[in-house]
């Protein structure tokens, strides 16, 4: 993604062209990852752009910085109307935000209390995976990088540093020709792939995991688990194994920036029909129907830009 795509962002509370972004070179976020995000998507429906969740990403963002004794300095409200501005002025339907609150520049002391900075970006970003992982499916491996475990860091904190242990398992994944890493956790359980969450699907059941596997809990997890439901498919959140793992009759991710992906091979082991399974296509498509406006009983979670006053901090 480049900059000429990004237009107007919105920086310590105000408004400019991402071009304009100064960040100092001393900047503490930089340096050592003390910094707090959110990945949040907007989507196209019949009455305009609407923004997903965007409540439960904020209060995600909340919880995040807490975690790390940081104090966002801004409200809720602030931020929300934030958000859809840096949508609206951009004249975006669909895209991908970020929110991020991090240590600005001052002392460069590990313990350092400067002042934060707060962003938010939007750009026009389709699929990680694109149109076609989401119909064939991705190719992922166990990576020989593990997850870290939450007594090292708090795993359901979306903060910055914690994202080199992401990409070392990624880019490990991709030296050796795969779309992505599936990362175990110390105990040698199922963790989560890289930015995403795990379901498997076994014998007509959904499964997936918790926090209790040092996994962040995604909201498109929890949307996942809300249309199971809806949908009465019957649903177990437990640990997973590997042995789970390749024994699924189905595998997919989840995640704002993969959406719903099924994956098709684990290490050259054919998963299911090697393709998109039965389940992974239903909840799928009932995931693109909720996030474009089509699933009545889901009106809650969209928040139609421009119509501020709507917006719940739910
Ligand atoms: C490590 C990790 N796990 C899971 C997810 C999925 O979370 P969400 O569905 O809230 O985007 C993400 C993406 O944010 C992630 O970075």
Redesign the pocket.
């Given at each position: 993604m480049s900059l000429k795509y990004m237009g107007k962002i919105w920086l310590n509370g105000r408004m400019i062209q991402a071009d304009e972004a100064r960040v100092s070179a001393a900047t503490h976020g930089l340096h050592y990852g003390t910094g707090v995000f959110e990945?949040t998507r907007s989507y196209m429906t019949g009455r305009g752009p609407a923004l997903f969740r965007l409540g439960d990403h904020i209060k995600r963002w909340f919880a995040s910085a807490r975690v790390y004794g940081m104090e966002i300095p801004y409200s809720r409200e602030q931020l929300i109307e934030a958000t859809h501005e840096v949508v609206e002025r951009n004249g975006f339907g669909d895209c991908y935000l970020r929110h991020l609150c991090f240590y600005d520049s001052g002392s460069l002391g590990i313990r350092a209390k400067n002042p934060l900075g707060a962003a938010i970006l939007a750009w026009p970003w389709s699929n990680q995976h694109g149109d076609k992982g989401l119909e064939h499916g991705v190719r992922a491996t166990v990576s020989p990088w593990r997850k870290f475990s939450s007594s090292m860091m708090p795993t359901t904190a979306?903060a910055s540093g914690q994202y080199l242990n992401?990409r070392l398992a990624v880019d490990e994944a991709a030296s050796r020709g795969f779309d992505e890493a599936i990362l175990l956790n110390v105990e040698g359980d199922l963790a989560?792939a890289s930015?995403?969450?795990i379901f498997l699907v076994r014998d007509g059941r959904l499964i997936t995991n918790d926090e209790r596997s040092s996994?962040?809990m995604?909201?498109?997890?929890n949307t996942i688990l809300e249309l199971a439901r809806d949908r009465r498919i019957p649903t177990e959140v437990r640990r997973m194994s590997l042995e789970d793992l390749f024994t699924a009759d189905e595998i997919f991710l989840?995640?704002?920036?993969s959406e719903v992906v099924p994956v098709r091979e684990v290490d050259g082991a054919r998963i299911g029909n090697g393709g998109r399974g039965e389940m992974t296509a239903e909840l799928q498509a009932a995931y693109f129907a909720a996030t474009h406006g089509l699933d009545a009983r889901r009106e809650d979670w969209l928040d139609y830009v421009g119509q501020r006053a709507v917006m719940a901090v739910r």
């Open positions: 990945g979306k992401s989560e930015v995403a969450n996994i962040l995604g909201i498109t997890r989840t995640g704002t920036a």
